[in-house]
């Protein structure tokens, strides 16, 4: 319940930039006590207890899903403090949050924040579009490449060009017909993080949008 509220006031446009910050601040201590710590309740956190050759890949399309879990692996390693799935071990007990991710995009704020539950998680700042390009509405993650060619004017752009713009990472939204080859992306010019100069995507500074490129599952609500 104080998540929900927490999360309400976050999401007012009317509330103050300082009373957003703390609204942000107060709700990340609620999901560190209730997703990222050891007494994380059973309707939030499901627990699982790794058996001699799981991999957390299978477990996302088998059993985890099977019981209502919509996170990606990359998420829940995460949530356990795993860098790398290979460190796994039978007989480990991993916390798999049971709610679902979402992303909100603040223009106003040039902010990007991840919700779970419905509820801030994680925010970032992000680049928008030069003259409001950046459209408004709901549309999802449809598309989620790694070192992505860029498809401009009419040519191909491969990844690793000097021209290519758009980073290591591409999430294409759909849902609606103006999310057409618009995404969240990295950027080759960090310094555009924070202000409206792109053609309408959502910029990222890499490393963090190589973190929410492993959480965001296909589907997640933008």
Request: glycine letters at 10%; a positive charge.
């Amino acid at each position: 319940a104080a998540r929900r509220l927490l999360a309400a006031i976050y999401d007012c446009d009317s509330v103050p930039p300082a009373d957003h910050t703390r609204a942000f601040d107060a709700c990340r201590r609620l999901q560190e006590m209730l997703v990222d710590g050891a007494a994380a309740p059973e309707p939030v956190v499901m627990r699982y207890k790794v058996a001699p050759g799981d991999i957390v890949w299978n477990l996302a399309k088998g059993a985890w899903k099977d019981a209502g879990v919509t996170v990606d692996p990359g998420f829940v390693l995460h949530v356990n403090g795993i860098s790398d799935a290979r460190r796994i071990r039978a007989g480990q007990t991993l916390r798999v949050p049971r709610e679902r991710l979402s992303v909100v995009v603040r223009r106003d704020l040039f902010e990007l924040t991840v919700l779970l539950g419905g509820a801030p998680y994680a925010r970032y700042p992000v680049g928008l579009g030069a003259n409001e390009s950046t459209p408004a509405g709901r549309f999802r993650v449809e598309t989620k490449i790694k070192n992505p060619d860029w498809y401009y004017g009419g040519k191909r752009i491969p990844f690793g060009d000097p021209e290519n713009l758009i980073g290591t990472r591409w999430m294409g939204f759909a849902g609606d017909a103006k999310a057409e080859g618009i995404g969240i992306h990295g950027t080759s010019d960090e310094t555009s993080v924070g202000r409206a100069v792109s053609m309408g995507c959502v910029r990222m500074r890499r490393e963090h949008v190589e973190q929410i490129f492993e959480w965001l599952p296909h589907g997640t609500e933008v």
